[in-house]
């Protein structure tokens, strides 16, 4: 599986940002994509996820602000980032979950100023 990450950029606070996330290779074989996101000296952090059912899960944080979604016809899932703070400033990560591996994309860097 590879994953091609897009969409971040520089936002001032309480703007948007949508970040999108195309897997390719073996498709069927994934469980779950998410978002993490990562600050130096910090662990990467999860984000959101949705799985292959369309069951979704947010970090407490962003729950209200941010959408994950996907669409299976494009093999993407995206990350809707709505009412972004400075504390939102990241580098984030697309992950995509087998039954077996984890596989990451490229960062994209998210940074909101104030």
């Known amino acids: 599986v590879q994953l091609q990450a897009s969409g971040g950029g520089l936002v001032q606070a309480g703007g948007s940002l949508r970040l999108s996330c195309a897997a390719s290779g073996n498709i069927p074989s994934i469980i779950k994509m998410g978002w993490f996101r990562q600050t130096p000296g910090k662990q990467r952090e999860l984000v959101a996820r949705i799985t292959s059912g369309g069951s979704t899960d947010y970090k407490d944080s962003v729950k209200g602000r941010f959408t994950i979604s996907r669409d299976n016809a494009k093999d993407t899932v995206y990350l809707q980032m709505n009412s972004l703070k400075p504390e939102d400033t990241a580098v984030y990560y697309c992950?995509?979950?087998?039954?077996?591996?984890?596989?990451w994309g490229q960062g994209t860097l998210v940074t909101v100023s104030s």
């Open positions: 992950n995509a979950r087998t039954r077996t591996l984890n596989y």
